[in-house]
């Protein structure tokens, strides 16, 4: 017997005719976006508590008695050094002080070198030596949120080196320096 061509017409199938393209269906997790939006406002209802208790809690958050307000004075004097804004009354440092001026940085560290706080030297006045006088700039120091308990403080202005403080000075506001 004689097998049949399975190449000819007889024997080939007809083509299939063409699937339709279809986008497949893909379930929705419903659980999954129930946690997503239960964990979204649960964390939204925590902050808004946290927020509430501090600021109801009849204490100034910023006022931590664990801190202290660092103040003083620094004083800039040489006269070719100083210069000054004479309808303000206020003052800067010129030629090699000049980085010394209102908003320069003040930064406080323990007795081992580690940054506590930092701030910036504040309001300036001017004072006029005169003739043959040294003229003066004084800039207001404070620090907010230094540390109590090290002991003793170096403070630092710019990177013009530091002076050492000890707490009850510190605390008292009786730092003081000039260059």
Not at 8 to 36: G, L
Request: hydrophobic letters at 40%.
């Amino acid at each position: 017997m004689t097998e049949p061509d399975p190449y000819t017409p007889e024997t080939v199938p007809a083509a299939a005719p063409p699937m339709p393209v279809v986008a497949p269906v893909v379930p929705r997790n419903r659980w999954k976006t129930a946690a997503v939006v239960l964990a979204v406002t649960q964390a939204l209802t925590l902050g808004v508590v946290a927020v509430v208790a501090v600021s109801g809690s009849g204490q100034d958050a910023s006022k931590d008695p664990k801190t202290f307000q660092f103040n003083g004075v620094f004083v800039l004097s040489d006269a070719d050094s100083v210069g000054n804004s004479s309808s303000a009354g206020r003052c800067f440092g010129t030629g090699g002080y000049n980085d010394i001026r209102e908003g320069t940085s003040v930064t406080v560290y323990d007795k081992a070198g580690t940054v506590l706080a930092v701030g910036s030297l504040g309001a300036s006045t001017f004072t006029d030596g005169g003739y043959k006088g040294v003229d003066k700039c004084a800039y207001k120091v404070a620090v907010d949120g230094v540390p109590t308990g090290a002991g003793f403080y170096q403070v630092e202005v710019s990177h013009r080196g530091k002076v050492n403080l000890s707490e009850a000075d510190a605390v008292a506001g009786n730092f003081a320096a000039s260059l």
